[in-house]
């Protein structure tokens, strides 16, 4: 019997714990919709074609979950992420660029309330919720939070500018650090992703904000972006708790459109989809 024991060890030793890859992305859709009701006079509703194309690269880019931003409604957003792979999950925000969720359907999740806090009020209307959800992984719990956070202030010295734009950028950071201490003191490991409207190199005073909550690694740190024909990046990936040690910065990837020239910048998106790959424990 304890030769057997001894075997069965031996065998365990031999075969350490793997890890499985979890694949998350962020990918600004601006302006998903098929709808023109409401739009800004320079904003056309996205062609049938342009979704299918857009579908093609949702396909190429073959993220386990992404993040998206800019979405009128889960229909449409279920014809760039086909229902029979992803399950949809989108904030229940009554505006046109809504933020949401694309979660492959092998991966089971739990929809959390969305993050209204910071969906302030600008010109008659409001900003976007943060959609919240935790993913179930091999070894527990991911939690997953996607912003579209206020455009106009992503250089601007955050603690002193006197433009509107940053005034509500700062009014943003408090439910933002909210939400990562209280992850913190659960001990959960978490990830915030999306359209952050922010460059966050050479100590950002927003980045410096947020890991007054607690340590935070960004994926996107000291790297540039090709889209487009290139800047720096204002679309980010932060990990937090346990987190921190599975990304894998390395893998890193943008996916850039073979699609060139401003029109199709307006057709498709002024964003591409940034991922990078989690090595999850089992």
Known sequence: MKRALLFLLGLLLAHPTQAADLKIATWNLEWLTDNAAGLPRDVRPKAAEDVARLRG???????????????????IAAQVFPPARYTIHITRDRVTQRVGFAVRRDHGFTANPDLVALSLPEDGARLRSGADITLRIPTGLLRLLNVHLKTGCNRDPLASAHRPQCATLRAQVAPLQGWIAERQREGAPFVILGDFNRQMD??????????????LVRATEQKSNPCWGGAPFIDHILAGGAARGWLRTETLRVLTYREQGPEWRERLSDHCPVSVTFQLPE
């Open 57 to 75: 690269y949702a396909e190429q880019l073959n993220a386990d979950v992404v993040a998206f931003q800019e979405v009128d409604g889960p229909a």
């Open 202 to 215: 050479r100590n950002d005073q927003l980045l410096a904000a947020l890991q007054q909550a607690a340590p």
